[in-house]
């Protein structure tokens, strides 16, 4: 089982830009294929992006594609979410997870969840 830790989340305006980690441990971090999700109030836990274990491969849903970079530092044990240009509509807790895939049942070992607010 591996433990999942986020942080950077925070209150920015509109066209702002935050980075979102999630450090690792207990595990094999380097292995591990990872992802982002986000769930807003009276919403159900959407899918934000994925990479895999070695980070040459990588997913993003349509509503953040391009603004959103995922990332893995295999030596730091750590997950990374650059967020850029962003929405108000991007306002939820974001979580990350191991495994790969769009669905939440492709994962396991979620975190606790960090806060994203944009004000518009």
């Known amino acids: 089982q591996v433990q999942l830790v986020e942080s950077g989340g925070g209150l920015v305006q509109a066209g702002a830009s935050l980075r979102l980690s999630c450090a690792a441990s207990g595990g094999i971090f380097s292995s591990y294929a990872m992802g982002w999700f986000r769930q807003a109030p009276g919403k159900e836990r959407e899918f934000v992006a994925t990479i895999n274990w070695s980070g040459i491969n990588t997913d993003y849903a349509d509503s953040v594609k391009g603004r959103f970079t995922i990332s893995k530092l295999n030596a730091k044990n750590t997950l990374y979410l650059q967020m850029n240009s962003l929405k108000p509509e991007d306002t939820a807790v974001y979580y990350c997870?191991?495994?790969?895939?769009?669905?939440?049942?492709?994962?396991?070992?979620w975190g606790q969840g960090t806060q994203v607010t944009v004000s518009s």
């Open positions: 997870a191991r495994g790969w895939g769009i669905s939440a049942r492709d994962y396991e070992d």
